[in-house]
């Protein structure tokens, strides 16, 4: 099964507001990580946060991570119509070998 | 760096043919992956590869598909014979720790 599951499947804001996403994941990480996907692309690595590690930022983005409720959430402040794109959430185990495991993702869409 | 190249970006073929899809990842990194990409499954895991040796091929969907990666700057997939719900887009991604980089994919749609 999926190891991490974003929530919600779609969201629909205007520009200027802020998204927000969330991820849960079933067992121990190491660490979690986001990436976007624009339409007909590739996936693009957004931010990593490590299983020691509360909060992490860069630039409009917030990642906060708590491990006692196994969740994660990615905050984009000050949205963009270029922000409109696919967000997942990624996993990994210890002695994963850089194996990660997606969640279905959240379709972001930032309206001008 | 040019990133990960994929090719060909799109093929179309018919019910029963052989489909070759290749990869090349960035350079000096030691781990490639394989994922597929649809409206109902989302991505997919099929097989990953450190230093050119296959580590997980458990997602690989049925004997129908095999990957090889014969150095470290070059891998392939290939679907023989190749089914109308093998329609789907196939990326490559590379890494040399956690953070994948991606390619741009290769679009396959099978009549």
């Known amino acids: 099964s999926q190891q991490g599951e974003e929530d919600p499947q779609a969201l629909s804001i205007q520009e200027g507001e802020n998204a927000t996403m969330n991820c849960s994941y079933k067992t121990s990480i190491n660490n979690l990580q986001w990436y976007r996907q624009n339409s007909g692309r590739g996936l693009v690595h957004l931010i990593l946060?490590?299983?020691?590690?509360r909060e992490k930022h860069s630039g409009r983005l917030r990642v906060t991570l708590d491990t006692s409720k196994k969740s994660s959430s990615l905050l984009i402040t000050a949205s963009r119509a270029a922000d409109t794109a696919s967000y997942f959430c990624a996993t990994d185990f210890r002695g994963s070998n850089y194996k990660l495991t997606f969640g279905k993702g959240t379709l972001l869409t930032v309206n001008p | 760096d040019a990133g990960v190249i994929q090719s060909p970006r799109h093929e179309v073929t018919e019910m029963g043919q052989e489909v070759t899809l290749r990869c090349k990842p960035i350079?000096?990194?030691?781990?490639l992956f394989w994922y597929r990409q649809t409206m109902m499954r989302g991505l997919e895991l099929l097989i990953y590869f450190n230093n050119n040796v296959p580590i997980d091929d458990s997602g690989m969907p049925e004997d129908r598909f095999s990957a090889k990666m014969p150095n470290a700057s070059f891998s392939t997939l290939k679907i023989q014979p190749s089914e109308p719900r093998d329609s789907a887009v196939y990326f490559c991604a590379s890494t040399d720790d956690f953070h994948q980089v991606f390619g741009p994919g290769t679009r396959l749609t099978v009549l």
């Open positions: 946060i490590r299983s020691n590690e």
């Open positions: 350079s000096g990194h030691n781990s």
